[in-house]
């Protein structure tokens, strides 16, 4: 009997410890409490970033990392770009890296690909046995070869691909509806000023200011990625998340628009089953001649935030 009451006393005791800590943490202190603590795991739980490729998304990265990594526990392993010179003047000199090939000396924790998707095809796999991988350059993933080597190094070495949502919105709703089987279609149209296009090809035509609106391409994305690599991978993006339609079932259309002076749109358009969509218009300002939107330099930090390895997957952050 007195045992059974002793429990019932403990029971009491640990239910009104449970009822304060819930009342702590619900109260405006108790939020700053916790966001304290977060921050000293994040913090303890550091992670040495190596950063490939030293453009636009490259330079803002370093910045990023030297400015606020030890808040949200990042550190730079390294920083390499295939002209050194570009990073004598801007990184401390014991960061740069002058071989590629001998990244693994440096340990990084995850490596960062933000040049061309020709360095994700050349060292992509051995980043995977080295590191977890945050792949800026998916449209690289187009060739079916790269994209089912790359998989199976990540699930082989459990090790994460990671792909950054860039300028895609809802990408993980379209997963979702992947998942679930509902999803029929996908099709992603991305207007631009043409001075930011990076074409290859037969895209690559001249124009003139004030020609308005013309489309270039239209048709898989399998097919356009080749054409315009530095330009479709938020379409590469869509094409990893609808993972059933993948890039030959995702459509996608590129249109140059002399009108489109200070944003790239984005528009998407996703069909389910039983009359389902999903229509959205994102823009991104940009300056003229900008490959990348201003809001996607900061898609590509909170997506670099996720990547403390989800295991040996491709994973849309
Ligand atoms: N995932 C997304 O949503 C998204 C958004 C914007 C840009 N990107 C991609 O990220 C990458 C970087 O973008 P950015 O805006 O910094 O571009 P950027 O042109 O400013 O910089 C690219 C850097 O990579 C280097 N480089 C180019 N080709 C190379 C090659 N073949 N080998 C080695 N180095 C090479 C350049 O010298 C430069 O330093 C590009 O591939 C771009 O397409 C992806």
């Known amino acids: 009997m007195h045992c059974w009451f002793g429990a019932e006393e403990n029971g009491r005791q640990q239910t009104c410890r449970l009822v304060r800590t819930f009342w702590l943490l619900c109260s ?20 040495a970033v190596g950063i490939v ?3 636009h998304l490259g330079q803002y990265l370093v910045e990023q990392i030297l400015a606020e990594g030890e808040k949200v526990g990042l ?18 000199e014991e960061l740069i890296l002058e071989q590629l090939s001998n990244f693994p000396d440096r340990s990084a924790d995850v490596i960062v690909e933000v040049c061309h998707p020709h360095i994700v095809k050349e060292f992509g796999e051995m980043f995977l046995a080295h590191a977890q991988f945050l792949v800026g350059s998916p449209s690289a993933l187009s060739d079916p070869q790269l994209n089912r080597q790359l998989r199976q190094a ?3 070495h459990r090790r994460t691909l990671y792909i950054p949502s860039g300028a895609l919105w809802g990408g993980q709703d379209i997963q ?17 000023h043409p001075s930011c296009f990076r074409l290859v090809g037969d895209l690559h035509r001249d124009w003139t200011e004030g020609e308005g609106r013309r489309v270039l391409f239209k048709g898989t994305v399998a097919d356009l990625c080749p054409l315009a690599p530095n330009n479709v991978n938020t379409m590469a993006a869509a094409a990893i998340a609808a993972e059933s339609l993948g890039f030959d079932g995702v ?19 996703v069909t389910g089953v039983n009359g389902f969509s999903v229509t959205t218009v994102r823009r991104n300002p940009a300056q ?24 040996g997957r491709v994973y849309l952050c």
């Open 28 to 47: 405006e202190r108790g939020a700053s409490v916790l966001h304290l603590w977060v921050r000293n795991v994040m913090a303890e739980r550091q992670m």
């Open 53 to 55: 490729g030293y453009g």
């Open 75 to 92: 550190h730079l392993a390294f920083v390499w770009n295939r002209n050194l010179e570009r990073l004598r003047s801007s990184v401390p």
């Open 154 to 156: 990540a699930e082989h």
């Open 176 to 192: 979702r509806l992947d998942h679930s089987g509902f999803l029929k279609g996908l099709s992603v149209r991305m207007s631009k």
């Open 251 to 269: 459509t996608g259309e590129l249109v140059s628009d002399t009108g489109l002076s200070d944003y790239h749109m984005v528009e998407l358009e």
């Open 288 to 311: 003229l001649g900008a490959v990348t939107g201003s809001a996607t330099y900061k898609s590509f930090w909170s997506s670099l935030l996720v990547c403390r390895g989800h295991g």
